[in-house]
């Protein structure tokens, strides 16, 4: 069963700080990785969808990259700005027609002004 | 904003009550998805249409009944819930590629 790992658990930063969430997964045989926003009692918001072919995407401040074979996907935010704060979730996800993503924990992210 | 819609935002219930969540979306994605959100948790997969016909059944519990009635609707009836019910439920879709888009959720609260 594939199980998905987030760290760190909670993160605390600067204005203006680079920073890097990491997220692992133990079945390398996954269609693609998502990353997910999501702020206090809503919704999820894709970030970066990351195909199993590709090792990156980019958007703006954040990059995203894939390690397929070691398990591994980082997310990059350059220049941390207080809007950032909210919780980041990644996502594994295989393919038959539809998606079944399975969710790491999150990383909550705050950054202070 | 969301081109995911759910009703209602928050959703208040007793035990014996039946009510109804309500998502819809007109991207026309082929595939609709509900997941439960426990505080401080990840969401898990319930439910997955494809193409209108239930794909997926994650094990949910006959309390919670899902229905299609078209590509662009997906409901979920609830009835006799308990307590441990209480989440964010939220729906998601996708083309016949991910990746999936959210709707804000519904917060349900059984007393």
């Known amino acids: 069963k594939q199980e998905v790992t987030q760290i760190p658990a909670a993160l605390s930063v600067p204005e203006g700080e680079n920073l890097v969430l990491n997220c692992s997964f133990t079945?390398?045989?996954?269609?693609?990785l998502q990353w997910f926003r999501q702020d206090p009692g809503k919704g999820l918001t894709s970030l970066l969808l990351?195909?199993?072919?590709?090792r990156e995407q980019t958007s703006g401040r954040l990059n995203a990259s894939l390690d397929k074979s070691s398990g591994r996907s980082t997310l990059y935010i350059a220049a941390s700005q207080p809007g950032d704060s909210a919780t980041y979730l990644c996502?594994?996800?295989?393919?038959?027609?539809?998606?079944?993503?399975?969710f790491g924990k999150g990383t909550m992210l705050l950054v202070s002004p | 904003d969301t081109e995911v819609t759910q009703t209602p935002k928050h959703l208040v219930m007793g035990m014996t009550n039946k009510k109804s969540l309500k998502c819809e979306q007109h991207?026309?994605?082929?595939?609709m998805y509900w997941y439960k959100q426990k505080a401080k948790k990840p969401p898990e997969l319930m439910f997955v249409?494809?193409?209108?016909?239930?794909?997926i059944n994650e094990s949910v519990p006959s309390r919670f009944s899902p229905e299609c009635p078209n590509s662009s609707l997906l409901n979920l009836h609830l009835h006799a819930l308990q307590p441990e019910d209480s989440a964010l439920y939220l729906c998601?879709?996708?083309?016949?590629?991910?990746?999936?888009?959210f709707g804000n959720g519904t917060r349900l609260t059984v007393t």
């Open positions: 998601a879709s996708s083309q016949d590629d991910p990746p999936l888009h």
């Open positions: 079945d390398s045989a996954i269609y693609n």
């Open positions: 249409y494809s193409y209108e016909k239930l794909s």
């Open positions: 990351i195909q199993s072919s590709q």
């Open positions: 991207m026309g994605h082929r595939a």
């Open positions: 996502a594994v996800s295989l393919w038959a027609g539809y998606s079944t993503l399975t």
